[in-house]
């Protein structure tokens, strides 16, 4: 049964920096490819950043130049760096792991940009 563990969120405010963690446990495949996507409420869950298993990254136009996505495969961990949070980055984020044909989700970590 794959976990994914999820940390890292909070309450900062507009300019701080977080970083986000997500652990995938329960599997011995490493992770293809893998991401962090964000959701508010009333609106469709969206992708924030994805990175492949060869480090390939892709990112929303939102976040390019403040957040960074990277991963450790020995660990089976993916990171979000998030810097120069504004307001508007306040989501719920949920890490999004696929292992070989399935993708598993993250159980949520809520961020909050607030002065």
């Known amino acids: 049964q794959v976990q994914l563990v999820e940390s890292g969120g909070g309450l900062v405010q507009p300019g701080g920096s977080l970083r986000l963690s997500c652990a995938a446990s329960?599997?011995?495949?490493?992770?293809?490819?893998m991401a962090w996507y964000r959701q508010v409420p009333g609106k469709q869950r969206e992708s924030v950043a994805t990175?492949?298993?060869?480090?390939?990254?892709n990112y929303a136009d939102s976040v390019k130049g403040r957040f960074t996505i990277s991963r450790d495969n020995a660990k089976k961990t993916v990171y979000l760096q998030m810097n120069s949070l504004k307001p508007e980055d306040t989501a719920v984020y949920y890490c999004n792991v696929r292992i070989i044909s399935t993708a598993y989700w993250g159980q949520g970590t809520q961020v909050t940009v607030s002065s």
């Open positions: 990175i492949t298993f060869g480090g390939q990254t």
């Open positions: 329960g599997s011995l495949v490493t992770p293809g490819t």
